[in-house]
């Protein structure tokens, strides 16, 4: 418990202690009549060395960057019979898509963009974006990559 106390506060600590040595300085050089000579000027030296140090530590504190590293952990399903593919005929039927659509998300999956899928498929690219909006709403997605993720994960596509 001590050690994690220490290390949570040791700003603190090290701000005190700094600060009871600075104390026992200046109580030294009063008994030694520095501080009766120039007592402005030492308080004044003093204080702006505090706020300067306070102030390249506050700068240094706030200018580093906030960088969070996140773990996403996702189950891959693996074939069970290596790589023979057996499409899912219920989860196409409940979706409702027709075969040109199938194509469209199985062109989708291979990385193609929709003006090589037009391309592959000979028709114009105003007709697989319509193909591509009506395979999000029937899929319930808003993205490609989920488009293609639901696909593999209903088997609906390789």
């Known amino acids: 418990m001590v050690p994690g106390f220490l290390s949570k506060n040791k700003h603190i600590i090290l701000y005190g202690l700094s600060l009871a040595i600075l104390l026992f300085l200046l109580k030294w050089l009063e ?26 530590w506050l700068a240094l504190r706030l200018s580093r960057p906030k960088v969070r590293t996140i773990v996403v ?55 697989i974006k319509t193909h591509t909006s009506r395979l999000f709403e029937k899929m319930d997605v808003k993205r490609r990559t989920q488009a293609v993720e639901m696909g593999k994960r209903l088997r609906i596509i390789p």
């Open 31 to 56: 008994l030694r009549l520095m501080i009766i000579n120039h007592a402005l000027e030492l308080y004044i030296g003093a204080i702006a060395l505090l706020f300067t140090l306070l102030g390249i």
């Open 73 to 127: 952990e996702k189950e891959v399903l693996v074939q069970p019979n290596g790589n023979s593919f057996q499409l899912n005929e219920k989860e196409l039927a409940r979706l409702a898509i027709s075969n040109r659509e199938l194509e469209v998300l199985q062109l989708m999956a291979e990385g193609l963009s929709n003006q090589e899928i037009a391309a592959r498929l000979f028709v114009s690219l105003s007709t």
